[in-house]
């Protein structure tokens, strides 16, 4: 399994010894995992860096439609704070991303054969279709770009519930 480097003594990452005790099978599951919130914390740690610092101000429609109503060609845009601009998104937004999350999820565990089965983490490949194979150099830096992006996110996210739970202060 992909994961051995210099920083862990040529092991795998494994700090709770799941290796010891799982089967090929559940390991694979745990990486797809791992893989999986790897990505969403990459792409949720670049859009907290654009909304902060205000490049993803999105306009949004005021009242029911955009076109008709008393509100008609009035636009709100989310607030530049990521907390904040959550919590503005109207539901629909929330619906279109659950939705695209659920199509993902569901294209990726349809792929045959199943990376539980063959043990091949390339079926989770996003890039796959277009050509692009990744050799295990590069599922290596995905896999440490994604240890870091999760913790880049949970640092965003306690800085925002509490400045003093990160010691550095943060813009």
Do not use: C
């Amino acid at each position: 399994m992909v994961g051995a480097s210099q920083e862990f003594g040529g092991r795998v990452f494994d700090p709770l010894g799941f290796s010891n005790y799982a089967s090929d099978a559940t390991l694979a599951w745990f990486r797809a995992a791992e893989i999986k919130h790897s990505r969403i914390a990459m792409m949720a740690a670049a859009g907290w860096m654009v909304q902060k610092n205000g490049l993803g101000l999105i306009p949004y429609p005021v009242g029911d439609s955009f076109l008709s109503g008393e509100h008609a060609g009035e636009v709100h845009t989310l607030s530049k704070d990521p907390f904040e601009a959550a919590m503005q998104l109207p539901a629909g937004g929330w619906w279109q991303l659950f939705f695209s999350a659920g199509v993902i999820e569901l294209w990726t565990e349809a792929q045959k054969p199943h990376y539980m089965k063959s043990g091949n983490m390339m079926a989770l490949s996003a890039f796959d279709g277009i050509g692009f194979k990744a050799d295990e150099k590069m599922q290596l830096k995905e896999l440490k770009n994604g240890r870091l992006a999760m913790i880049a996110t949970m640092a965003y996210l306690a800085s925002t519930i509490n400045p003093a739970f990160v010691p550095l202060p943060m813009p």
